[in-house]
């Protein structure tokens, strides 16, 4: 069984970094699309940055500040984010798909709709 547990929330000032973790089991790693997204109540969930077959992609609110890698052992997904900005206050989730060859920009675009799995997510706040 799949799961995804995110962690490394919490609240800074603006201007300042977090690191946040998804930690994964249950499945390949290297297999999978796997991605960060964002949520504010009232608005639609929104696409943070994405990997899938080699490829990684990011949102037009996360280029140049945030970056998503995972650990060498492929069990880790992390959202390196810097530079935060009060407008990046959110709960974020870690979200997977198992097929790759069809997950891509487009999933990160419409908020991940056709992701199958979900972590419960982490809040982040940033202060101004």
């Known amino acids: 069984q799949v799961q995804l547990v995110e962690s490394g929330g919490g609240s800074v000032q603006a201007g300042g970094s977090l690191t946040l973790s998804c930690s994964a089991s249950?499945?390949?790693?290297?297999?999978?699309?796997m991605g960060w997204f964002r949520q504010v109540p009232g608005k639609e969930r929104e696409g943070v940055a994405l990997m899938s077959g080699g490829n990684t992609y990011y949102g037009d609110s996360a280029k140049g500040r945030f970056t998503i890698f995972h650990d060498n052992g492929k069990t880790t997904l992390y959202l390196q984010m810097n530079s935060l900005e009060p407008e990046d206050t959110a709960l974020y989730y870690c979200?997977?798909?198992?097929?790759?060859?069809?997950?891509?920009?487009?999933?990160?675009?419409?908020?991940?709709?056709?992701?199958?799995?979900w972590g419960k997510g982490t809040l982040v706040t940033i202060s101004s």
């Open positions: 979200a997977a798909d198992p097929d790759p060859a069809n997950c891509g920009l487009g999933d990160l675009l419409n908020g991940g709709k056709a992701m199958d799995y």
């Open positions: 249950g499945y390949t790693f290297r297999s999978y699309c």
